[in-house]
T-cell receptor, first 113, second 116 residues
Framework: AQSVTQLDSQVPVFEEAPVELRCNYSSSVSVYLFWYVQYPNQGLQLLLK??????LVKGINGFEAEFNKSQTSFHLRKPSVHISDTAEYFCAVSVMSYDKVIFGPGTSLSVIP | NAGVTQTPKFQVLKTGQSMTLQCAQD?????MSWYRQDPGMGLRLIHY???????DQGEVPNGYNVSRSTTEDFPLRLLSAAPSQTSVYFCASSSAGRLDMNTEAFFGQGTRLTVV
């Protein structure tokens, strides 16, 4: 069975500082990987996804993530955060030949002015 | 383009009452799913459907029923509500499972359910 781990439940960071949100997954087969963002009182929206090809994936709002197959990781990074990046971030995995999308527990990013 | 529409946005139930959370999508997606979101636990999959007439259980199916009579609609039924079902419920749709398609999941705005 697939699972997703987000070790950091809360990440405070000062405005304009860099940030990395960690995501590790377990799966015995190839997967698709996603990062979703949830702003307060809203639904989830896709930040970026890895389906195949280049392991460095760029998404919206200046975020990027790197797929590392040997470490089964898909960490999310941004070189300089803004107040508006304060939100909950979810890593998710979908098995290529299957239909379930499994989410991690989420990381709450708080950007401090 | 409506995307995924969930109704109602808010609901308060008494223990033992039944209700149906509605979900509709207009993207002709085959795959639809229901999640519940609880603090510190992220999103947990309740039930999902890979097409009309086909449903299956997710991680936390107990206390919930689903059906998929059309491609567009995927209602979630609580037959006898319990306080443990107090949560925020999200419906999602995607074309997941097909290697040549975008597998992004599109989410509704959520239903905040309180069972007292």
């Amino acid at each position: 069975a697939q699972s997703v781990t987000q070790l950091d439940s809360q990440v405070p960071v000062f405005e304009e500082a860099p940030v990395e949100l960690r995501c590790n997954y377990s799966s015995s087969v190839s997967v698709y990987l996603f990062w979703y963002v949830q702003y307060p009182n809203q639904g989830l929206q896709l930040l970026l996804k890895y389906l195949s090809g280049s392991t460095l994936v760029k998404g919206i709002n200046g975020f990027e993530a790197e797929f590392n197959k040997s470490q089964t990781s898909f960490h999310l990074r941004k070189p300089s955060v803004h107040i508006s990046d304060t939100a909950e971030y979810f890593c998710a995995v979908s098995v290529m030949s299957y239909d379930k999308v499994i989410f991690g527990p989420g990381t709450s990013l708080s950007v401090i002015p | 383009n409506a995307g995924v529409t969930q109704t109602p946005k808010f609901q308060v139930l008494k223990t033992g009452q039944s209700m149906t959370l509605q979900c509709a999508q207009d993207m002709n997606h085959e795959y639809m799913s229901w999640y519940r979101q609880d603090p510190g636990m992220g999103l947990r999959l309740i039930h999902y459907s890979v097409g009309a007439g086909i449903t299956d259980q997710g991680e936390v199916p107990n206390g919930y029923n689903v059906s998929r009579s059309t491609t567009e609609d995927f209602p979630l039924r609580l037959l006898s509500a319990a306080p443990s079902q107090t949560s925020v419920y999200f419906c999602a749709s995607s074309s997941a499972g097909r290697l040549d398609m975008n597998t992004e999941a599109f989410f509704g705005q959520g239903t905040r359910l309180t069972v007292v």
